[in-house]
């Protein structure tokens, strides 16, 4: 019998194959959390794939039991769902199969794929296969895949894709090298317009609420709003009340004091919501424009417009601006370098009215931004008026990656990749319940949090996939009243005005060793100190009323700025003692400065007494002690031996100097 020839042979191969179908060759795919992306901007869906080495065929329903399995929860389910998560194959691969575990039979799940800049529905299931695999058939090419859970009972234990990539996935990014900033830039505040400059200048920066009413319209019902802005900032607009802000004044005392400012334009304009002030928190959009548009925050994005106009560097052709009739006509005052477009976006507490998701807070910064790239024309959008002003995106009530993850991915698809903002701007209150979204009891110190740790990982994401932007912390801090859920407590013999002061020195610290760019505690004053209510103690400085007298903190955090002031982060020393934590900062010119912050990072009163620190190469060294009455401490020169110097270490951070 002859043998059949080779090519003979490969085409009854072909057929073959083809008869036993495309499953038969493919692959089961390794997926891993870093493919996925929860576009509710909540935890990371790691239970769908932390289990892909399951024995067994799940396309013949024959696989293991998984043990896992994915929600989000409850709490909140009217914001976040129905809930999306994106699996990012890399590349475009060849799916043949889709295989998931059904945990509890009740509720909906959806697949799409993403073709041609549109999710495509693959198929929609029930979900009523309780506790079994199901296999799904799937002949399809695509880079992603999307699962949406119609609501928190919707739930599967794990998902496995086979199928053929149709290149190689690409290697993550490597990080980009980012400077570290100064500290006197670094350390900053919250406060207002009506704060003093003197107690402002202790730190260097200032974060402004600035509420977007007080510029246009305030509650003057016979305001007819965007199109036909009648902006006011010098004075800002009055309404009934008798007052008015001269912001033009304000920021130039500001810059003739060396303080930087980042106004946050926060709340609604009254017009938008039909002067309801129950609505001032919502979302600046007219009614029935869709939130996940940019073209639905026009008006919006043409005051961010008129305000980078004013006050960033460019002059504007006088014509562009919108000015209330008794304005003095002026643009280009080069007064500000920053403007955030809001105030915690995912304030969860407003409801869905005044919840931004990330879709829709990627919107609405897209339209800030530069008029969606200028599809929304040339008089919308900070960098329309100014390029070079830096648009902070709205400071996150909590800093979750997940959230930044899911307005990338928008970017990647509305804006090629370009994120529509220049800071990263996040809140964080370190307390025993993890941040604001919790019930907490109590604060806690920064080292018990970890909060450096925290900010590290998304620094590192930053320098990975975002670099250039900066990071910053604008919202931490904790109160002084005794009966507060985030007050900083009496440890021993230290009072809480001490524990407070020193807890905010040291998250200072922390933040400046994770990379932040800038940190900005909450907030300059007390609102009300004898009100157990939070936030309303957590000044440096006492009420408005009582006449912004100093606390211990706001004598602390001065020091602190002025001993580091041309200095910036350099690293941590191992101190060979887990109660003793050393950071070094170094100064850019010559003579180098070095100065040490030393400290021990508990919270139990603790103490350690006859610490020894190298310092081989100094010449003069320095003590700094921090002091209740003092901005820059109590000096007191040391003399080393053999290179070393022995210092007293406390809960109370001190600073050792050296040339």
Not at 30 to 36: E, H, S, V
Not at 54 to 69: I, L, Y
Not at 428 to 437: F, I, L, P, R
Request: aromatic share 10%; glycine share 8%.
């Amino acid at each position: 019998m002859k043998s059949v020839g080779i090519g003979v042979r490969l085409t009854l191969l072909v057929v073959f194959m083809a008869w036993l179908g495309p499953s038969a060759t493919a692959e089961r795919l390794r997926l891993n959390a870093d493919m996925l992306i929860n576009l509710s901007g909540q935890r990371p869906a790691t239970e769908l794939v932390d289990e892909q080495d399951v024995q067994g065929d799940p396309r013949a329903g024959s696989a293991a039991t998984v043990q896992t399995g994915y929600s989000n929860g409850y709490q909140n389910q009217h914001l976040y769902y129905p809930l999306s998560i994106v699996i990012d194959l890399g590349v475009e691969h060849d799916l043949t199969n889709i295989c998931y575990f059904d945990i509890e039979g009740n509720g909906r799940l959806t697949i799409a794929s993403r073709r041609a800049d549109r999710w495509r529905t693959v198929f929609t299931d029930e979900l009523k296969q309780y506790r079994k695999w199901v296999a799904q058939s799937a002949e399809l090419r695509t880079r992603y895949l999307k699962l949406t859970f119609q609501s928190p009972g919707a739930q599967i234990g794990e998902i496995i894709l086979y199928g053929t990539p149709r290149g190689q996935r690409p290697a993550p990014p490597q990080p980009v090298p980012h400077t570290r900033p100064l500290m006197e830039s670094f350390i900053g505040t919250n406060g207002f317009v009506d704060d003093p400059v003197d107690r402002l200048g202790a730190l260097g920066f200032l974060r402004e609420y600035h509420n977007w009413q007080w510029d246009e319209g305030n509650t003057d019902t016979s305001y007819a709003g965007y199109p036909d802005h009648e902006i006011a900032w010098s004075p800002s607009w009055v309404s009934g009340a008798g007052w008015g802000w001269d912001f033009d004044k304000f920021y130039r005392q500001l810059k003739a004091a060396g303080i930087e400012v980042s106004p946050c334009l926060q709340g609604c304009a009254p017009y938008l919501v039909n002067y309801d002030p129950g609505r001032k928190n919502h979302k600046p959009v007219g009614a029935g424009d869709d939130p996940a548009r940019p073209e639905s925050y026009a008006a919006h994005a043409s005051y961010l417009f008129q305000f980078a106009a004013r006050y960033g560097g460019a002059t504007l052709d006088p014509q562009r601006l919108k000015l209330r009739a008794d304005q003095p006509v002026r643009s280009g005052l080069n007064l500000i370098r920053y403007v955030e477009n809001c105030n915690e976006p995912d304030k969860w507490w407003e409801g869905r009215e005044g919840y931004f998701s990330p879709t829709e807070l990627a919107a609405m910064c897209s339209a800030d931004y530069d008029g969606h790239r200028g599809v929304m024309g040339s008089d919308v959008g900070v960098k329309n008026a100014d390029p070079n002003m830096k648009l902070v995106l709205g400071g996150l009530a909590n800093p979750e990656l997940e959230y930044l993850k899911a307005m990338q991915l928008w970017a990647d698809f509305h804006r090629d990749g370009e994120m529509p903002f220049d800071v990263i701007n996040l809140h964080h209150y370190s307390n025993d319940a993890g941040g604001q979204s919790g019930k907490p009891t109590i604060g806690i110190s920064p080292e018990e949090d970890g909060l450096r740790e925290r900010f590290q990982r998304i620094v590192d994401w930053r320098d990975r996939f975002l670099p250039g932007k900066e990071v910053w912390v604008s919202e931490f801090g904790y109160d002084t009243n005794p009966k507060s859920v985030q007050r900083a407590p009496a440890i021993g013999t230290s009072s809480p005005d001490e524990v407070q002061a020193q807890w905010l020195v040291r998250s200072y610290l922390a933040l400046a060793a994770a990379g932040v760019d800038r940190a900005q505690q909450f907030m300059l004053r007390d609102a009300n100190a004898e009100n157990p209510v939070k936030f309303n103690s957590c000044g440096l400085t006492n009420e408005k009323a009582n006449g912004h007298r100093p606390k211990r903190s706001w004598y602390y955090v001065a020091t602190l700025r002025h001993v580091l002031t041309g200095t910036r982060f350099d690293r941590e020393i191992p101190s060979g003692n887990t109660r003793v934590r050393i950071y070094r900062f170094r100064s850019d010119k010559a003579p180098q400065r070095h100065v040490y912050a030393v400290w021990c990072p508990t919270a139990i009163e603790g103490k350690v007494n006859g610490s020894s620190l190298a310092l081989p190469d100094a010449s003069a060294v320095t003590l700094v002690t921090l002091q209740p009455k003092s901005t820059s401490g109590r000096e007191t020169r040391l003399s080393t031996d053999k290179g070393r110097i022995t210092i007293d270490v406390s809960e109370r951070p001190v600073f050792v100097v050296t040339r």
